[in-house]
């Protein structure tokens, strides 16, 4: 099963400054999907990818390999390396890759995060689940895709390039409230067809989705050695760098800016909720 990791913190700093992400790290191996020391599932040991900042340019490392066993992941969680100066940054997304026999192949094209660029500013994206009959049909390939080809063979990026067409046609160069109503509206469109969580950004925001399905799960965690939060897929993270994880609503869209809370979008059944926390 795929994990995905998001933070989000006030002020840029550099990945090693997060202990918790090299136990996320380790989470990359074959094993249970909960416990590091049982070998008897397979886990998301098919590759690992990190996405940040510098600037509007987003930077992007990753590899087709087994995250637990990657010396160049761990020298990235290391502090006594030269990498914290060139890894500062408010936002972080990180992807540990699982296939099934039906996933695109182990290759780092099809390794999460993707990014493409949308009106001069690089989105990075990365996701949960399986949405393979979205991408086969339903306009997702063709012209529902529009200008945005996919570097790989996923479904997850083929979504990724849908979704920043629709913003496109929609003309969203700076997001605000009515933005993010809409963008809620069209992540839950493609929900309809599988299992969807995701995380993306554009360089300024946050935007993490879970979707309508109940064992897929994304957790919140209220950060402590920095103003910021972090998402996860699983409840990893140990209470001493944040507090207890809050499990998202299902069908929600919540967004962080500069490691704050700015909304929360959750579809009911016969209404829309949406948590205005701050402006952005």
């Known amino acids: 099963m795929c994990e995905m990791l998001g933070i989000s913190v006030e002020n840029k700093l550099p990945l090693c400054s997060f202990a918790f992400v090299d136990d996320f790290r380790k989470r990359g191996v074959i094993g249970d999907t909960r416990r590091f020391s049982s070998l008897?599932?397979?886990?998301?040991?098919?590759?690992?990818?990190?996405?940040?900042?510098?600037?509007?340019?987003?930077?992007?490392?990753?590899?087709?390999?087994?995250?637990?066993?990657?010396?160049?992941?761990?020298?990235?969680?290391?502090?006594?390396?030269?990498?914290?100066?060139?890894?500062?940054?408010?936002?972080?997304?990180?992807?540990l890759r699982q296939t099934i026999s039906t996933s695109a192949p182990v290759s780092y094209?099809?390794?999460?995060?993707?990014?493409?660029?949308?009106?001069?500013?690089?989105?990075a994206f990365a996701h949960n689940g399986s949405i393979k009959s979205f991408a086969k049909g339903n306009g997702a390939f063709g012209s529902g895709i529009g200008r945005y080809?996919?570097?790989?063979?996923?479904?997850?990026?083929?979504?990724?390039?849908?979704?920043?067409n629709r913003i496109r046609k929609r003309g969203i160069m700076d997001w605000d409230a009515n933005g993010f109503i809409w963008l809620g509206e069209q992540?839950?469109?493609?929900?309809?067809?599988?299992?969807?969580?995701?995380?993306?950004?554009?360089?300024?925001?946050?935007?993490?989705?879970?979707?309508?399905?109940?064992e897929r799960t994304l957790y919140v965690s209220r950060l402590k050695h920095a103003p910021g939060y972090a998402v996860t897929r699983f409840d990893f993270i140990d209470r001493k760098y944040a507090s207890r994880a809050e499990p998202l609503e299902k069908d929600t869209l919540m967004v962080l800016n500069k490691g704050r809370i700015v909304?929360?979008?959750?579809?009911?059944?016969?209404?829309?909720?949406?948590?205005?926390?701050?402006?952005?």
Request: one cysteine or more; aromatic letters at 12%; hydrophobic letters at 30%.
């Open 263 to 280: 909304c929360k979008h959750t579809k009911r059944p016969t209404r829309q909720k949406m948590a205005m926390r701050q402006t952005i």
């Open 149 to 164: 080809q996919p570097v790989g063979a996923t479904d997850s990026e083929y979504a990724m390039c849908y979704l920043l």
């Open 40 to 95: 008897d599932n397979p886990r998301s040991c098919d590759g690992w990818g990190i996405a940040f900042y510098l600037g509007k340019r987003a930077t992007m490392i990753k590899e087709p390999l087994m995250a637990s066993e990657s010396a160049l992941f761990r020298s990235l969680t290391d502090s006594g390396n030269g990498f914290p100066s060139i890894t500062k940054s408010r936002i972080f997304i990180l992807h």
């Open 109 to 123: 094209e099809n390794t999460h995060p993707f990014t493409h660029n949308l009106f001069g500013r690089e989105y």
């Open 187 to 214: 992540l839950r469109e493609i929900g309809e067809y599988g299992t969807f969580n995701c995380l993306f950004s554009e360089g300024d925001l946050l935007f993490a989705y879970r979707g309508k399905t109940e």
